[in-house]
């Protein structure tokens, strides 16, 4: 049996992610230190003979015993009110955990495939973004933290397969949702989820003009394991084009979850990206993956999975800070 390690296991997609491997016959090392992550979502794997957990943060040396096929590097805060919140963390598991994590691909002779961004892009100048497009990024701002933390992952990623001959693949991911994301982490589905379901008010950032494209989380996890089994070394987006302005989500929320909440409008963060779609022409390609879960399929599934937590669980509210985003 071929045996993986997944770094951020207990986080969404990781979680998400140590299903698949393990559904591919693919024993599982799932690695947290939990600062974002859950124990919750990978509850379900406790009894699961093919996985073990080990509670660690990446950013120090890594011990692993025995062979290891996979690598697949998903440890990092991914929400914007969690980078504002631990910015140095964020830019430590970039780059110290990152070189850390190739570091034991090249002594176990693993393949390696590290989780990027379409944060890379920044305040894309040009659309679609396509993988050559080199990104607006604000290094300073605050986002600058986790933009920067992944472009670098990107460039030791191609350091170490050049150098030394490693193994290695690199995503882009573009917006995912699904079930097991956290709810107070701040995105917009479960912020929009969240305050539907207790009834308060959808806030909407800016005059919600600004765009996003969302993947169903299923889609993601099956583009990221073809990605991981094919030859191709360079980065290669993930995602679902359908784009869609913030204000119209909003309204598509509160047609789906058949309340009638209002809409409220916030100051928009500093460098909110204003437009986001990703190219995906080469994964078609390539991979031969394109998304299969359309936005209102995919936003029942995720509904009915927010719809069933706690009411406990729902109160468990973080509203971000807007006075931090406009320093
Ligand atoms: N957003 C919003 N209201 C919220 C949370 C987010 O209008 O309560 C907006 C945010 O300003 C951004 C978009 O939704 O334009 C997506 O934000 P998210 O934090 O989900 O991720 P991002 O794509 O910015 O990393």
Not at 91 to 108: D, E, F, M
Not at 251 to 268: C, N, R, S
Not at 293 to 313: C, D, H, I, P, W
């Amino acid at each position: 049996m071929k045996r993986a390690l997944v770094t951020g296991a207990a986080g969404f997609l990781g979680s998400h992610l140590c299903d698949k491997l393990l559904a591919n016959n693919i024993a599982v090392i799932g690695m947290d230190n939990l600062i974002t992550g859950s124990m919750s979502n990978i509850a379900h794997l406790q009894e699961n003979i093919n996985f073990s957990f080990v509670n660690h943060d990446v950013c120090e040396y890594i011990d692993i015993d025995g062979e290891l096929d996979f690598i697949l590097h998903f440890a990092s805060p991914a929400s914007p009110i969690d980078y504002l919140k631990i910015p140095i963390q964020t830019l430590k598991v970039g780059a110290l955990g990152t070189h850390n994590v190739l570091g034991l691909a090249r002594a176990k002779n693993a393949r390696i495939l590290v989780a990027s961004t379409s944060e890379i892009y920044g305040d894309p100048l040009i659309h679609p973004q396509t993988e050559d497009y080199f990104g607006n990024v604000n290094t300073i701002g605050p986002r600058g933290v986790y933009d920067e933390a992944k472009r670098y992952l990107e460039s030791i990623t191609m350091a170490y397969h050049r150098y030394h001959g490693v193994d290695t693949r690199i995503v882009r991911i573009f917006n995912t949702y699904g079930p097991r994301m956290r709810l107070n982490d701040g995105r917009v589905i479960p912020a929009f989820m969240g305050q539907a379901l207790r009834g308060e008010d959808l806030t909407v950032f800016g005059d919600g003009s600004q765009t996003r494209s969302f993947c169903f989380v299923d889609d993601e996890i099956e583009g990221i394991y073809r990605l991981l089994m094919s030859d191709y070394h360079l980065p290669v987006n993930i995602g679902n084009p359908d784009e869609i302005t913030i204000l119209d989500f909003a309204k598509e929320i509160i047609h789906l979850t058949g309340t009638d909440q209002k809409i409220v409008f916030k100051p928009l963060p500093k460098n909110d990206p204003l437009q986001r779609k990703p190219d995906i022409t080469k994964a078609i390609e390539i991979i031969k993956w394109q998304p299969q879960v359309g936005r209102s399929e995919g936003m029942k599934k995720t509904f009915a999975y927010f719809n069933s937590l706690s009411q406990k669980e729902l109160k468990k509210v973080e509203h971000r800070e807007f006075s931090s985003f406009k320093n």
